[in-house]
């Protein structure tokens, strides 16, 4: 991740629906704490309240946090979103057991000074619109699936269940094929989308499906300096298990979003077998003693990384390098 220096005084935020619970912390340790309302108001007393510090540190809300980071971004913060999950853990090892908005504003303020991060940058409105509609996709496809395991019981379900779940699965399948016309017409209304996806689509494997997932829920290459802390945002960075003479198994770190990995993962097993590279390098992985599972998972974080890749050299006006050598015809894509 790109790494920012930090501020004397920051500013730490618990974000919730109605309130925002601010910590400003002042580098001889002292403190002063407050609660604004989280409206366009209650933003602005909030940033002048803190108007001291250079930096503005908060967790990921699913959305609630928007106005205030583009907020503090405009008026020149730096500003940090940060993964709950790795500052609840900071909280657990400092000790501290108390789960409150006044606590949690703390523990980002404290947070911030002692971990390096990468400054937050706001997504065009065209972005922030194709990432909203994939994510209402994933919850669509669950749904179906959901409804579809259901009416595997048909027999054991009332008439009148089994009608209404028929013509849910119907209104499903409309309301997914509106979702992909409009997911399609924003990226063709984007010149930069549009060439990101159509450059994702020359790796094998990547069809248009995994192309404007990574594009929506990956995050932007250029807040990530290497392809390596772009897989590990996915949660695809590799986490061994050892003590003394004892070997666990390497598992992911899995503190990215699910469902991106939920979609790389049809990709990868489609790529590890048409894409020559790829495959030597999943069946090398068997040959060593991993998994078909661990080979396979392998390739979802070299695959990202490859993305990585072809992104940074397609916006920098560069020929994209896929890493695929001549003499395989077929092509698949996921």
Same mark, same amino acid.
């Given at each position: 991740?790109?790494?920012? !220096?930090? !501020?004397? !005084?920051?500013?730490?935020?618990? /974000? ?5 619970? @601010? ?6 340790? !002292? ?12 933003? @602005? @007393? ?14 990921? $809300? ?20 940060? =993964?709950?999950? &790795? ?18 504003? &703390? ?12 400054? #937050? ?27 579809? =395991? ?10 009148? /269940?089994?009608?209404? %779940?028929?013509?849910? %699965? ?38 248009? $499906?995994?192309?404007? %997932?990574?594009?929506?829920? @990956? ?26 003479? #004892? ?21 990868? /097993?489609?790529?590890?077998? #048409? ?9 090398? %992985?068997?040959?060593?003693? *991993? ?10 974080? *070299? ?32």
């Amino acid at each position: 991740m790109e790494t920012q !220096s930090l !501020s004397p !005084s920051v500013l730490g935020v618990d /974000v919730c629906k109605g309130f925002l619970d @601010a910590c400003l912390l002042r580098p001889d340790g !002292s403190r002063r704490e407050r609660r604004f309302a989280n409206d366009a108001r209650g933003i @602005a @007393a909030l940033l002048a309240w803190g108007e001291e510090a250079r930096v503005l540190g908060m967790e990921s $809300t699913g959305g609630y946090e928007l106005p205030l980071a583009k907020a503090g971004a405009a008026s020149g913060l730096l500003v940090r979103v940060e =993964n709950p999950r &790795r500052v609840r853990d900071f909280a657990r090892a400092s000790g501290r057991l108390n789960k409150t908005d006044r606590a949690d504003a &703390r523990t980002v303020a404290e947070y911030l000074p002692r971990f390096e991060g990468r400054a #937050w940058s706001p997504p065009s409105d065209r972005a922030r619109e194709l990432e909203g509609l994939t994510a209402h996709r994933a919850a669509l496809l669950q749904e179906r699936t959901r409804v579809g =395991n259901r009416l595997e019981r048909r027999e054991e379900l009332p008439a009148l /269940v089994a009608r209404q %779940l028929d013509e849910r %699965l119907r209104g499903l399948a409309r309301e997914l094929e509106e979702l992909e016309r409009e997911r399609r017409r924003i990226v063709q209304e984007d010149e930069g989308l549009a060439r990101d996806r159509d450059a994702l689509m020359g790796l094998k494997g990547v069809g248009e $499906t995994t192309a404007l %997932l990574v594009l929506s829920l @990956a995050g932007n290459v250029e807040d990530y300096p290497t392809a390596q802390a772009y897989a590990a945002a996915a949660g695809l960075a590799p986490c061994r298990r050892e003590s003394g003479s #004892w070997r666990g198994r390497t598992r992911i770190s899995r503190q990215g979003g699910a469902a991106l990995r939920a979609g790389l993962y049809m990709a990868a /097993v489609v790529a590890s077998r #048409w894409d020559p590279l790829l495959r030597e390098f999943r069946e090398r %992985l068997v040959e060593r003693g *991993k998994t078909p599972m661990q080979a396979v998972v392998a390739c979802m974080r *070299k695959l990202l990384m490859r993305m990585y890749g072809v992104l940074k050299a397609v916006r920098s006006g560069k020929e994209p390098f896929y890493g695929t050598r001549p003499g395989l015809e077929t092509d698949g894509g996921a």
